[in-house]
């Protein structure tokens, strides 16, 4: 089953403004905002993140490479829920990015990696086997993917401030490996050491598919007559992304069982094999398909003052086979602009499964090039997070260059 999560490279400090390359990441629709960029282009477009639900970066400092008297154990398990502990790594780049009016398409590269590892694991290691007790691990699980994506993607307004959008992607898969079954049982008693197990895989090293988005979008400039209706000034964004049937991983197929069995009373007879039994057995896979998470992005963004603007982001996460909420993040963001050349973001948000999730971005205006910097922390600020997101962008024409006439808090002055 294919995993996703809220690691994405940069878009611009309010994803819920911007139009071009980072518009069609949030929202095809948004390509066609009445203020939009010329010819732009992406030179670096990157981001990198890593978080589990169980440790903070202060507590792997702490007990890296030390001792660890009992005080430190019942720390770190104290740490681990009920469920396990879970690892997750995604990285994202573009290697090409490129936007005209309503007009846009990349090329990027994604990878990720998950792990579910038992709680009984854990404690096996940390606190060695226990007589008579049993332990497990059952719903272990593992799975990595790298996948290749082009897309293009075009909006067209309907009206002054009404706009649609699609995009379509080419997905070729180049590598997946996945745990398709766990099982394994560890027990020791006075008499006797036991301990069984079944783990099977599959991987495969190329594979392809296609993904559409679509997505709607409304605006309603601020007028210049303060009196004028209350609802002026807001910018709402629907988008439905990576609407597909799937991956079909055809090349590289291979799939595998180990089944082992120990049943001995020392360690004499374990070293020489005896009473230990184990069958492998590897054949050429079967073509098989993987799932896209269908990704939901829903943004309300409103403008305050000539120099701060806002947005409300709620971006659930749809298995579609089965249908299930798989993951889900609501936020705020805030995005000041210090300068006409220096735009600053916060976002303060929700996420389904790690908690609370706070991020700065920031962005440097210098003619034509505009660089984005950020980062998110994740459960936590700074050592006391149990993740981290890094961002980092160059673009060539995403912004045009403002007169002060112009309104500084747009993401893209009026050409």
Same mark, same amino acid.
């Given at each position: 089953?294919?995993?996703?999560?809220?690691?994405?490279?940069?878009?611009?400090?309010?994803?819920?403004? *911007?139009?071009?390359?980072?518009?069609?990441?949030?929202?095809?629709?948004?390509?066609?905002? *009445?203020?939009?960029?010329?010819?732009?282009?992406?030179?670096?477009?990157?981001?990198?993140?890593?978080?589990?639900?169980?440790?903070?970066?202060?507590?792997?400092?702490?007990?890296?490479?030390?001792?660890?008297?009992?005080?430190?154990?019942?720390?770190?398990?104290?740490?681990?829920?009920?469920?396990?502990?879970?690892?997750?790594?995604? #990285? &994202?780049?573009? &290697?090409?990015?490129?936007?005209?009016?309503?007009?846009?398409?990349?090329?990027?590269?994604?990878? !990720?990696? $998950?792990?579910?590892?038992?709680?009984?694991?854990?404690?096996?290691?940390?606190?060695?086997?226990?007589?008579?007790?049993?332990?497990?691990?059952?719903?272990?699980?593992?799975?990595?993917?790298?996948?290749?994506?082009?897309? =293009?993607?075009?909006?067209?307004?309907?009206?002054?401030?009404?706009?649609?959008?699609?995009?379509?992607?080419?997905?070729?898969?180049?590598? /997946?490996?996945?745990?398709?079954?766990?099982?394994?049982?560890?027990?020791?008693?006075? $008499?006797?050491?036991?301990?069984?197990?079944?783990?099977?895989?599959?991987?495969?090293?190329?594979?392809?598919?296609?993904?559409?988005?679509?997505?709607?979008?409304?605006?309603?400039?601020?007028?210049?007559?303060?009196?004028? /209706?209350?609802?002026?000034?807001?910018?709402?964004?629907?988008?439905?992304?990576?609407?597909?049937?799937?991956?079909?991983?055809?090349?590289?197929?291979?799939?595998? =069982?180990?089944?082992?069995?120990?049943?001995?009373?020392?360690?004499?007879?374990?070293?020489?094999? $005896?009473?230990?039994?184990?069958?492998?057995?590897?054949?050429?896979?079967?073509?098989?398909?993987?799932?896209?998470?269908?990704?939901?992005?829903?943004?309300? #963004?409103?403008?305050? @003052?000539?120099?701060?603007?806002?947005?409300?982001?709620?971006?659930? =996460?749809?298995?579609?086979?089965?249908?299930?909420?798989?993951?889900?993040?609501?936020?705020?963001?805030?995005?000041?602009?210090?300068?006409?050349?220096?735009?600053?973001?916060?976002? =303060?948000?929700?996420? @389904? #499964?790690?908690?609370?999730?706070?991020?700065?971005?920031?962005?440097?205006?210098?003619?034509?090039?505009?660089?984005?910097?950020?980062?998110?922390?994740?459960?936590?600020?700074?050592?006391?997070?149990?993740?981290?997101?890094? !961002?980092? *962008?160059?673009?060539?024409?995403?912004?045009?260059?403002?007169?002060?006439?112009?309104?500084?808090?747009?993401?893209?002055?009026?050409?």
């Amino acid at each position: 089953m294919a995993g996703v999560w809220f690691v994405t490279i940069t878009t611009l400090v309010n994803p819920v403004l *911007s139009s071009g390359p980072e518009g069609m990441q949030f929202n095809p629709a948004q390509l066609a905002y *009445s203020e939009r960029p010329g010819f732009c282009c992406k030179i670096l477009d990157v981001g990198l993140g890593f978080d589990n639900n169980s440790f903070t970066f202060s507590q792997y400092n702490r007990y890296t490479g030390a001792y660890l008297d009992d005080q430190a154990k019942a720390d770190i398990l104290g740490s681990i829920p009920r469920s396990g502990v879970n690892l997750r790594l995604a #990285g &994202a780049g573009r &290697a090409a990015e490129f936007g005209y009016q309503t007009f846009a398409a990349n090329i990027q590269t994604t990878c !990720r990696a $998950e792990v579910d590892i038992p709680r009984d694991v854990f404690e096996l290691l940390l606190s060695g086997n226990k007589l008579d007790r049993q332990y497990s691990a059952r719903g272990a699980r593992a799975e990595a993917e790298v996948l290749f994506r082009s897309g =293009v993607g075009a909006g067209t307004a309907v009206g002054r401030d009404f706009a649609l959008g699609m995009a379509v992607h080419y997905l070729r898969g180049l590598f /997946r490996a996945e745990l398709t079954e766990c099982e394994v049982q560890f027990l020791t008693t006075n $008499e006797k050491l036991f301990t069984n197990g079944r783990v099977g895989y599959r991987m495969a090293t190329g594979g392809s598919g296609i993904s559409f988005d679509a997505g709607v979008a409304w605006w309603s400039d601020r007028p210049e007559d303060p009196n004028d /209706r209350w609802w002026k000034g807001w910018w709402l964004s629907l988008a439905c992304l990576d609407i597909s049937p799937g991956i079909l991983w055809t090349d590289g197929t291979e799939q595998g =069982v180990l089944c082992f069995r120990l049943d001995s009373a020392n360690a004499y007879e374990i070293s020489r094999g $005896e009473r230990f039994s184990h069958r492998e057995e590897l054949v050429a896979g079967e073509p098989f398909k993987t799932m896209v998470p269908m990704r939901v992005n829903l943004g309300l #963004g409103s403008r305050l @003052k000539e120099w701060l603007n806002n947005a409300l982001l709620v971006q659930p =996460v749809l298995d579609v086979s089965p249908f299930a909420l798989r993951e889900f993040r609501c936020g705020v963001l805030s995005e000041l602009w210090l300068r006409e050349w220096l735009p600053i973001g916060c976002e =303060v948000a929700y996420q @389904k #499964g790690r908690g609370a999730v706070i991020g700065v971005d920031g962005a440097l205006i210098m003619g034509k090039l505009t660089f984005v910097l950020g980062m998110s922390d994740v459960t936590g600020l700074f050592l006391a997070a149990k993740g981290a997101e890094l !961002r980092l *962008s160059i673009a060539y024409g995403a912004f045009n260059e403002r007169k002060k006439k112009e309104r500084p808090f747009y993401m893209h002055a009026s050409e």
